[in-house]
T-cell receptor
Framework: KQEVTQIPAALSVPEGENLVLNCSFT??????LQWFRQDPGKGLTSLLL?????REQTSGRLNASLDKSSGRSTLYIAASQPGDSATYLC?????????FGTGTRLLVSP | NAGVTQTPKFQVLKTGQSMTLQCAQD?????MYWYRQDPGMGLRLIYY???????DKGEVPNGYNVSRLNKREFSLRLESAAPSQTSVYFC?????????????FGEGSRLTVL
């Protein structure tokens, strides 16, 4: 059974810092790995989707990597801003069995 | 373009009452999903529908039923609500079948069962 773990559970950084969020999964046979952002009281917004044949995806200040052999994905946020404060969740996908981590709660202070 | 719309946004029920959560999407996606989100447990799949007319159980289906009314609408019904069903419920869709595409979520329905 796929298990997805995110460490740390919470992270606080000053504005402008580059940071890395970690996601690990137990079953390397995944179709894709997705990163989401969730603001308090809101739904999830997809940030990046990495298919199993890919190693990374980039969108603006965000870069996500996927290493299936080690069971790890990282989300890199460059030059963090207070508006980046949110909970970030990763999810590893199998056949109609997307398994979510519990998220990293990020606070970026001005 | 509303994307994925869930109703109601908030609901309080008494134990044993029934209710239906509604989800509608205007993205012309085939697959639709119902998840629940509980503190410390992440999102868990309740039911999904790969296409109109089909539904399948997810990880935590007990106490729930679903209906894929048409391509746009996917409803989740609680026949006899229990306090353990207090949660935030999310509907989601993806463009490709088999959960291989990008997921789009609704804003959530917050349910409290007393």
């Amino acid at each position: 059974k796929q298990e997805v773990t995110q460490i740390p559970a919470a992270l606080s950084v000053p504005e402008g810092e580059n940071l890395v969020l970690n996601c690990s999964f137990t079953d390397s046979a995944i179709y894709n790995l997705q990163w989401f952002r969730q603001d308090p009281g809101k739904g999830l917004t997809s940030l990046l989707l990495i298919q199993s044949s890919q190693r990374e995806q980039t969108s603006g200040r965000l870069n996500a990597s996927l290493d299936k052999s080690s069971g790890r994905s990282t989300l890199y946020i460059a030059a963090s801003q207070p508006g980046d404060s949110a909970t970030y969740l990763c999810a590893g996908g199998g056949f109609q069995k997307l398994v979510f981590g519990t998220g990293t709660r990020l606070l970026v202070s001005p | 373009n509303a994307g994925v719309t869930q109703t109601p946004k908030f609901q309080v029920l008494k134990t044993g009452q029934s209710m239906t959560l509604q989800c509608a999407q205007d993205m012309n996606h085939n697959s639709m999903y119902w998840y629940r989100q509980d503190p410390g447990m992440g999102l868990r799949l309740i039911y999904y529908s790969a296409s109109e007319g089909t539904t399948d159980k997810g990880e935590v289906p007990n106490g729930y039923n679903v209906s894929r009314l048409n391509k746009r609408e996917f409803s989740l019904r609680l026949e006899s609500a229990a306090p353990s069903q207090t949660s935030v419920y999310f509907c989601a869709t993806d463009r490709l079948a088999a959960n291989t595409g990008e997921l789009f979520f609704g804003e959530g329905s917050r349910l409290t069962v007393l």
